[in-house]
């Protein structure tokens, strides 16, 4: 079942990897998963000498589809449970796959997605209530057991969401609303079936996750996950706790999460995140953040932060503004968190801290005391050359994690595209390059870097341009879709990233 072992990666001491979540998997099943086509790019990583593979968060999308605004920051996103291992499992025969969505196989089309899964689950749901196999039922039972503290208190808040016909909790009967200890007891009788059914989910997903991982492993690779700072308000955390959250006593939030207003936007940003009670998260020992590095550290060897500026002072905006500009600086934990981490889960915490945006020297000195490594995304640096945070030839530590560019940039290729004649310019002096596959210049700036990681999203490594971003910061819909074929990864393709990565020592 779970893993909470890590393999360490003994050579080389500089690593290379690449950054894709698995729903841009190939799959015949609408959206990618953890079967077949997860094995095969690890087999593409090992064989081209890659160490890393870096995910989005993996937990249960809500509106948007968004993996940052997930409805629990410890259960997984069914979504990306196999069919074809379903099929394997005998919770699934190949007559019930039929029917999957079709359209773009390089676009995830969540509504069609959902309704189709949501089926194939419902028949393995079925399937496993006459099942003879008595492991498998005896695995589940201890699952249930091992996970209770976040599993019971999920999958009664996805059992309400169902009851109440997807509605947000906030809208809830009162006494659900409230749930109180006699409430959730209450409901989790009425709604007995419907709560195995989540927890049956979510062991589907340990058990196919657990499995690639462990093949992971075997192919000495390690796997970077990530988690955003905030939580959702419509979250089973704000739900369950919500005692540790800057909400009313109705869970309606008094303050919420953005940033101020800055060369990019005049308004600020304003995500609308319920903000946390530090003092209240103190007062346990900061238990729920335990809890919740431990649990994604039994799903992932490294964990990147979202926004780990807010540790040491969040934005913080009256819930009544409609836009970021009228909040204020106010001061996170520090290092108390992380202190409060390090005596429970160990001194050594495989952190990456994401630290772009507002940077103070402040934040730079808690990232530093830590020891977490940050992040530099080279497309930063090109376009401002004077800025020494983020071009290659200022960097004056290992200790860092480069990117050619992440989730929320546009790839390599169209960000080139899009840029004026002087910043084209620079780059294809400072790589000694024509600019035509630009994105396969820049995995090279970064592999040759002093960086001890180097990461580069998948599209960077197949030249695609605009139409295949994974997300555009501040647009609500159609994000989060992209997919590439399995022959993407051409044999030439593998050939040039694996004589790249030897020539850079990583």
Known sequence: METTERKPVTKPSRFSGI??????????????????????????????????????????????????????????????????????????????????????????????????????????????????????????????????????????????????????????????????????????????????????????????????????????????????????????????????????????????????PDYFSATGQLWGNPLYDWDKHEATGFTWWIRRIRRQLTLVDHLRIDHFRGFEAYWSVPADEETAMNGAWVKGPGDKLFRALSRVLGSDLPILAEDLGLITPEVEALRDSLGFPGMKVLQFGFENMEDDNYIPHFYTTPNCVCYTGTHDNDTVMGWYASQPEEVRDRVRRYGNTDGNMV???????????????????????????????????????????????????????????AATTKLFGR
Not at 133 to 159: G, H, P
Not at 442 to 448: C, D, H, P, S
């Open 439 to 497: 994105s396969l210049d820049f995995i090279r700036f970064a592999m040759a870097s002093i960086a001890r990681f180097c990461i580069f999203p998948i599209q960077d490594l197949l030249l695609m341009g605009s139409d295949a971003r994974m997300n555009r910061p501040g647009e609500a819909c159609a994000n989060w879709s992209f997919r590439y074929l399995a022959q993407d990864l051409t044999q030439d393709r593998a050939d040039w990233l």
């Open 19 to 260: 950054l894709v979540h698995p729903t841009s998997f190939p799959s015949p099943y609408g959206i990618g998963d953890l079967g077949p086509a997860a094995r095969d790019f690890i087999d593409f990583l090992a064989r081209t000498g890659q160490h890393l593979w870096q995910v989005l968060p993996l937990g249960p999308t809500g509106f948007g589809d968004s993996p940052y605004q997930s409805f629990s920051s410890f259960a997984g996103q069914p979504l990306l449970i196999s069919p074809d291992l379903l099929v394997e499992a005998g919770l699934l025969t190949k007559e019930d796959l039929a029917g999957a969505p079709e359209g773009d196989p390089r676009r995830v089309d969540y509504g069609a997605v959902i309704g189709y899964k949501n089926g194939l689950f419902r028949k393995a749901y079925d399937a496993f209530a006459h099942t003879p196999d008595k492991t498998m039922i005896e695995d589940f039972n201890t699952f249930c057991v091992k996970q209770r503290e976040w599993l019971d208190d999920y999958a009664l808040f996805m059992a309400g969401k169902d009851a109440h016909e997807g509605r947000c909790w906030l809208d809830w009967e009162d006494d659900l609303r409230t749930a109180s200890p006699a409430a959730k007891a209450a409901w989790t009788k009425k709604l007995a079936d419907s709560v195995r059914y989540y927890k049956f989910l979510q062991f589907l997903f340990q058990v196919q996750w657990d499995a690639l991982r462990a093949y992971a492993h075997e192919n000495e690779v390690e796997i970077i996950g990530d988690i955003p700072i905030f939580v959702s308000t419509d979250s089973c955390d704000i739900w369950a706790d919500r005692d540790l959250f800057q909400v009313d006593t109705k869970g309606y939030p008094t303050s919420v999460a953005g940033v101020p």
